[in-house]
């Protein structure tokens, strides 16, 4: 029987991005991952209602030669093991390689919900980017941002899609986790461009 997800973006969802001279980026090591004292417990409750957690995660900086590929893997392992985190799927890919797994594509979900038979019509995903909710929306899973001042700011996969919005925008993980269990709806959100 098909089971719903929460499908979560990794770094400035449930991790911290890394502050540098050239703007955010991943943890390029294990001492780098800062993960809220809080968020064990927030995704605990999407688990305890029925949600499998799987990690979505663009990881470019492999390609681009500033990540090994095995640091990549440690990293994740300790996401899952201090988050609770049912699966991870990394695109290690540049824009350039033409894949079909980086976000704002959505390879990776697809694959996750072929490999561990997800409903996609009842599951979501939580992001800080708009290529997460582009992602979301081309899988058919409803979408939450987790909206901050670069959320909507064009990638090097360009600019957001005119009139792309994800279906709620909210501050926190805890403000996104309520939204999804139904104990608040905050004002819809406002469609980019
Ligand atoms: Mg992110
Ligand atoms: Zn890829």
């Known amino acids: 029987m098909s089971v719903p997800a ?3 973006d990794r770094d400035g969802t449930v991790n911290e991005s890394v502050p ?3 703007g ?3 943890p390029w090591s294990v001492d780098e991952l800062r993960v809220d004292a809080g968020t064990r417990g927030l995704l605990d409750r999407l688990r ?3 949600y499998l957690l799987v990690v979505v995660t663009n990881q470019p900086d492999v390609a681009r030669g500033s990540l090994a590929a095995d640091v990549l893997d440690t990293i994740n392992a300790a996401v899952v093991t201090q988050l609770g985190i049912d699966a991870v799927y990394a695109c290690t890919h540049d824009t350039a390689d033409d894949c079909a797994c980086r976000k704002p594509l959505p390879g990776m979900l697809l694959q996750a919900a072929a490999d561990h038979d997800i409903d996609l019509s009842h599951s979501w995903l939580i992001g ?3 290529v997460d909710v582009a992602a979301g929306l081309a899988a058919g899973v409803r ?3 987790l909206r901050h001042d670069d959320s909507w700011r064009a990638t090097t996969s360009g600019a957001p899609p005119t009139g792309l919005s994800a279906e709620a925008e909210v501050a926190t993980l805890a403000e996104a986790v309520d939204y999804i269990l139904g104990v608040s709806r905050p004002a819809a959100a406002r469609p980019s461009g």
């Open 6 to 8: 929460v499908f979560l």
């Open 143 to 145: 979408s939450v941002l």
């Open 20 to 22: 540098s001279a050239a």
């Open 48 to 50: 305890q209602a029925g």
């Open 128 to 130: 800080d980017r708009w």
């Open 24 to 26: 955010l980026r991943p």
